[in-house]
């Protein structure tokens, strides 16, 4: 099965952080189930990240952050010691595209940082985000807050840029560590769900539009 040649291939004290675990017996439990049930049974991805009849857009949101943070974060740990201070001062995307880091304490301003220092914050602050219960409510009951969809879209835009780092950057690196196949099925299945709610702003897909595989979007 996929997760079988996924423990092989991915080595699981490279994980970057340790992985957020839905809690049994809740909602978003049984939705991840749900969710992991539909990707195993090898349907379409644009049908898989479809919202299941009945059930609440911002749970299903919330577990598939959560799922793509921990399997880019896998993804990303494998990587990182082909991603270095060295190799990649930058952040970037190619020639055509930098990513500067900002946040709400230590980098008010826009600033350029190296990948892995890029990688690192932009972990730790996902991490913060998705263990708040006051924006990630776990207990029944317990509303979104209003702005919920809008600091998903924010965090995927930037796991999305971990894609673009990862393809343009260390695409060898993917190749010869056998995880393409791998990297790409997470690829797809993100880049379809990211369109099918309309995330991430069209202008931030545009580095991995010519995708090497030719799989198409």
Aim: net charge positive; hydrophobic share 35%; proline share 6%.
């Amino acid at each position: 099965t996929m997760a079988l040649c996924l423990k092989q291939v991915f080595n699981k004290d490279k994980t970057f952080r340790p992985r957020k675990k839905f809690e049994p017996g809740t909602q978003r439990f049984e939705l991840y189930k749900k969710a992991q049930a539909s990707l195993k049974s090898g349907l379409d991805l644009k049908a898989v990240v479809q919202l299941p009849p009945g059930e609440s857009i911002n749970d299903w949101i919330a577990v598939h952050v959560v799922d793509f943070f921990n399997r880019i974060n896998l993804i990303y740990g494998t990587m990182s010691e082909y991603c270095t201070e060295k190799s990649c001062p930058i952040m970037s995307g190619g020639l055509k595209y930098e990513y500067r880091w900002q946040d709400d304490s230590k980098y008010k301003k826009p600033t350029k940082l190296s990948a892995p220092q890029y990688m690192c914050m932009l972990m730790d602050w996902i991490e913060m985000l998705i263990n708040n219960e006051d924006i990630f409510p776990t207990r029944i009951g317990v509303p979104f807050p209003k702005q919920f969809q809008q600091v998903c879209t924010k965090i995927l835009t930037r796991l999305f840029r971990v894609f673009v780092h990862v393809y343009i950057h260390h695409f060898d690196s993917i190749i010869n560590m056998g995880a393409e196949a791998h990297v790409n099925t997470c690829y797809k299945h993100f880049y379809y769900f990211i369109r099918e709610f309309s995330l991430v702003d069209h202008r931030e897909l545009e580095p991995l539009v010519r995708m090497p595989q030719g799989w198409g979007g």
